[in-house]
RNA sequence: GCGAGUGUGGCGGAAUUGGUAGACGCGGCGGCUUUAGGUGCCGUUGGGGCAACCCGUGCAGGUUCAAGUCCUGCCACUCGCACCA
């Protein structure tokens, strides 16, 4: 039988993935960091943090999974120790048909010592995977242990059974089921034909229906005695105060988050710096002796760490009493790592110190990219270890990332690329081909940097291609000898139409680079000014050869962040002696956006039938005027009566008629 | 199952504040250049129709003068679910 550890992923139906021997689940002892001490501290900066997306945030605040709720008693018959539950509902406490205890809960230990029908139950859960997704999908199963509570209101007798879907994890391990306003108790009542007892009616006087689902909304009380007639709002107040006072439970605030286990039995990780002395226990390793290293001279045999099997590595003496002691084997969750290496690039010349004052000016990071699958765990994590560094004077920030974007996923052929999954597309060969710039430009242009991104070699040729067309007509333009001064009032129409093209490139590209991240738009619009470029660039006339200059400036300027190699050279060729990349930003000039005429889509009942152009100046009866004698317009209306028109100024004008 | 997203031509995508759906690119088609292939250049390209027009943004409803965009209900796919990193 293999002896190792494995995760979770690797767990297929209950055997290990590779060798197909069967898993069980084990407790061993581990290092925890305490990161629910920060639970709220790290829901409520969510509010300040303004540029990380809602979206990352709202999965962060769920992932914490805040509750107000009350923890109460209930007395087992025949047993000097109660059972302790959670509830957010307290309200729905006349509803109780059951109490669930979690397979690892320590009252279904201690009875499966002595009952094997429940050890076997146990030992069957212990089998299946603990992963959320697999707890919440798997059948409901479950057991009575024959015990009976007491209800604290009514003192009825209950049933206590141990239920597969009850984890040990999340509140106390122990549920009051209420069959009849939660899913997961519903289910697990119909399945072993347990009461179901309605005690909840919708708020709007309708009957409550329980027979095909539970009705988990909030509502009027019914059937709870006193309490009867509340909402569910006052009663969860009334109840709450009244356990309160007979002294059988209290309000609680819960977490869904729990405490970050670190230790990984592993030999790929910073080892945990901890040394075990029979005598003065687990002592830490101290300063002058960090960090502690892998052993280089390592076998792998597959069968569990082979730090375990080092005693020339683990065997050394206690910093405490000098006695003879072992160091802790376990390795760190690479996360740990992650979460405070941002910190360490601002001082990794430091070897005295984990950070010094460089980290503490530095941070917080102003942009931070790292894919959605991190939204929740590495960020919040490294937001965690953040706060931790702060209280412990290493940094002065108390959130690391002051923005974040969560790039998408490179796909090939809608599979995604990853490290672990390995990487599809090699971008050497591509840059090897085509060069570093067009592999840019590309991956730039293929998708908005949220969004999943599909890999396409077509696609790469295209932005080759671009970037060969702006060289060309650089070159073409240059050989003509420099270009004159331009004069933006001496240009014709045409001209003027070209300039405008160009500063509303500058405009929009600003705005998609510098504010929206948008970088295939920016690039795109990049595109559209070449080809217009292209077009003027016949007119070989000063002005003309002035605008194209202007034109060429701006489009290398743009495009340099994203294809500096190409753009550094253009740039020279374009008469500049400072390299482009101590070239301003481009910037647009709004006299050249002015248009004299505007052209205005005319609909009719919000159809599209005409164009009218008109002077930028129109009034507003001249645009209703033009458009309604638009020739194809009037053909729609001739046998209908307007009945409004609604012009939006510079855009379009609706005709509504019938 | 729960949480968060996404869904638009043959393909990647655009439409930023409810106002011309399909920018830009890929691919396709036609032409020019070329002995030819390739490259380059020009034109064309959502579907249907000779045309006028009609239809069209996952599906079904709704709000509005006007909906890819807002609302309600569904469907499909993607990400996360704590030991993949």
């Avoid at 830490?284 to 082979?306: H, K």
């Avoid at 923005?403 to 050497?428: I, R």
């Amino acid at each position: 039988m293999d002896q190792t550890v494995l995760a979770n992923e690797q767990v297929v139906d209950g055997k290990g993935w590779r060798s197909g021997a069967t898993v069980e689940r084990r407790e061993i002892p581990q290092w925890f960091l305490r990161i629910t001490d920060y639970a709220d501290e790290l829901l409520e900066a969510l509010d300040e943090l303004p540029g990380w997306p809602e979206q990352v945030r709202a999965m962060q605040r769920n992932w914490i999974g805040r509750s107000e709720g009350v923890e109460l008693r209930f007395d087992i018959q025949g047993r000097d120790e109660a059972l302790n539950v959670y509830t957010t509902r307290p309200d729905t406490l006349f509803g109780v048909s059951y109490m669930g205890l979690a397979p690892e809960h320590p009252l279904t230990r201690e009875l499966a010592r002595s009952n094997p029908e429940i050890a076997a139950f146990v030992e069957e859960c212990n089998k299946a995977g603990v992963a959320e997704a697999t707890v919440a999908t798997m059948e409901k199963k479950g057991l009575d242990t024959g015990l009976r509570a007491i209800h604290p209101l009514t003192g009825e007798e209950i049933p206590v059974w141990v239920a597969n879907f009850v984890l040990m994890s999340y509140g106390s391990g122990a549920i009051m089921a209420v069959p009849a306003h939660d899913q997961r108790d519903w289910e697990f009542a119909t399945k072993y034909a347990l009461p179901i007892l309605p005690v909840i009616a919708p708020a709007d006087g309708s009957d409550v229906d329980v027979s095909n689902e539970a009705f988990t909304e909030k509502g009027v009380l019914i059937n709870s005695g006193d309490f009867t007639g509340m909402t569910s709002e006052q009663a969860f107040e009334a109840i709450a105060d009244w356990l309160q006072k007979q002294g059988l439970g209290e309000r609680q605030t819960n977490y869904r988050l729990r405490d970050w286990g670190v230790s990984r039995q592993r030999y790929w990780g910073a080892p945990i710096p901890i040394i075990n002395c029979p005598a003065c226990g687990q002592v830490p390793v101290p300063d002058d002796q960090l960090p502690v290293e892998l052993p280089e001279d390592v076998q792998f045999d597959g069968a569990g760490s082979p730090l375990k099997q080092m005693p020339e590595w683990y065997r050394t003496t206690c910093p405490d009493c000098g006695g003879e002691a072992e160091r802790e084997t376990d390795t760190f969750d690479t996360f740990m790592e992650s979460a405070w290496y941002f910190a360490r690039f601002a001082c990794a010349d430091n070897d005295g110190a984990m950070l010094d004052d460089r980290a503490r000016y530095w941070l917080p990071v102003d942009q931070y990219i790292g894919g959605i699958e991190h939204a929740i765990l590495h960020l919040l994590y490294a937001r965690f270890y953040q706060k931790v560094m702060r209280d412990e004077g290493l940094t002065a920030a108390g959130e690391p990332f002051a923005n974040l974007l969560t790039q998408g996923m490179v796909l090939k052929d809608g599979a995604k690329m990853s490290k672990s999954k390995g990487n599809t597309v090699d971008p050497q060969e591509l840059v090897d081909r085509f060069g570093a710039d067009t592999v840019r430009l590309f991956t730039m242009f293929a998708a908005p940097p949220e969004q999943s991104l599909e890999w396409s070699d077509s696609g790469v040729e295209g932005a080759y291609r671009f970037l060969k067309r702006l060289w060309h007509l650089v070159r073409t333009h240059v050989e003509q000898g420099a270009a004159p001064a331009l004069d933006a009032v001496a240009l014709n129409g045409d001209q003027r139409e070209v300039r405008r093209k160009v500063h509303e490139t500058i405009r929009k590209a600003t705005d998609d680079i510098g504010r929206r991240y948008t970088f295939n738009t920016g690039v795109a619009s990049v595109m559209e000014l070449l080809n217009a470029l292209y077009k003027a660039a016949d007119d070989d006339s000063d002005a003309g050869r002035a605008v194209l200059q202007e034109g060429l400036e701006a489009a290398v300027l743009i495009l340099a962040p994203i294809v500096p190699h190409v753009c550094h050279r253009l740039w020279r060729e374009l008469g500049h002696d400072q390299p482009v990349v101590d070239a301003a930003w481009p910037r647009w000039d709004d006299t050249a956006l002015v248009q004299d005429t505007h052209s205005l889509v005319v609909q009719v009942n919000g159809k599209l039938r005409g164009n009218v152009e008109l002077p930028a100046d129109a009034e507003r009866d001249a645009i209703e005027a033009a458009a309604l004698e638009e020739p194809n317009v009037q053909r729609f209306l001739a046998d209908k009566t307007v009945r409004k028109v609604i012009v939006v100024p510079g855009k379009l004008v609706n005709v509504v008629a019938n």
